[in-house]
T-cell receptor, first 112, second 118 residues
Framework: GEDVEQSLFLSVREGDSSVINCTYT??????LYWYKQEPGAGLQLLTY?????DMKQDQRLTVLLNKKDKHLSLRIADTQTGDSAIYFC????????????FGKGTTLSVSS | GAVVSQHPSWVICKSGTSVKIECRSL??????MFWYRQFPKQSLMLMAT?????????EQGVEKDKFLINHASLTLSTLTVTSAHPEDSSFYIC??????????????FGPGTRLTVT
């Protein structure tokens, strides 16, 4: 079945760049998403990329998609302590992009 | 932006009782809402898709008689955990579907409800 894999932890220093990686299995995914979850809170949609795109940039966030390798990454430039959270990668498994499969999340820890 | 609220944010109940969790889209209408369950340090698992005016669609392995879903209006879906047991203790998160930019659908998530069954 469909599966989304992420590394569990990432630790960086404030001001450095963070790169969170994700691999997925469903080659027919139309959309791939990155969500942020702060402690005790719900998920906040950070950004998403359509499957026919290679890259998307939104302020400090850069998403890279390698469709051949089914690899997605999220780069956060100039990481701040407020970026500390769990980041979930998700792939859509239907055309409308409404049915999502989530990874287990990567905990990003930013030290000052 | 699209805001989704959940109520309550935290509930403790005794084993055998029922608990109702509300999910509301505050500034938009949502014909489709989703209910997820999240265990500690785990990912979100989709439980069911809630469609306004029709029966919910449950994922495999989710008991529809135990997790009752009602989507009576375009801004409200409720999840009732019936005869709750300690193993039902979890973080329940809802999301509502909205049409985003570039005609793509986006899911907006509520803040979650932590259920503890004693």
């Amino acid at each position: 079945g469909e599966d989304v894999e992420q590394s569990l932890f990432l630790s960086v220093r404030e001001g450095d760049s963070s790169v969170i990686n994700c691999t997925y299995t469903d080659s027919s995914s139309t959309y791939l998403y990155w969500y942020k979850q702060e402690p005790g809170a719900g998920l906040q949609l950070l950004t998403y990329i359509f499957s026919n795109m290679d890259m998307k940039q939104d302020q400090r966030l850069t998403v890279l998609l390698n469709k051949k390798d089914k690899h997605l990454s999220l780069r956060i430039a100039d990481t701040q302590t407020g970026d500390s959270a769990i980041y979930f990668c998700a792939e859509s498994i239907n055309q409308a992009g409404t049915a999502l499969i989530f990874g287990k999340g990567t905990t990003l820890s930013v030290s000052s | 932006g699209a805001v989704v609220s959940q109520h309550p944010s935290w509930v403790i109940c005794k084993s055998g009782t029922s608990v109702k969790i509300e999910c509301r889209s505050l500034d938009f209408q949502a014909t489709t809402m989703f209910w997820y369950r999240q265990f500690p340090k785990q990912s979100l698992m989709l439980m069911a898709t809630s469609n306004e005016g029709s029966k919910a669609t449950y994922e495999q392995g989710v008991e529809k008689d135990k997790f009752l879903i009602n989507h009576a209006s375009l801004t409200l879906s409720t999840l009732t955990v019936t005869s709750a047991h300690p193993e039902d203790s979890s973080f329940y998160i809802c999301s509502a579907l909205a049409l985003g930019l570039a005609s793509s659908y986006e899911q907006y998530f509520g803040p979650g409800t932590r259920l503890t069954v004693t």
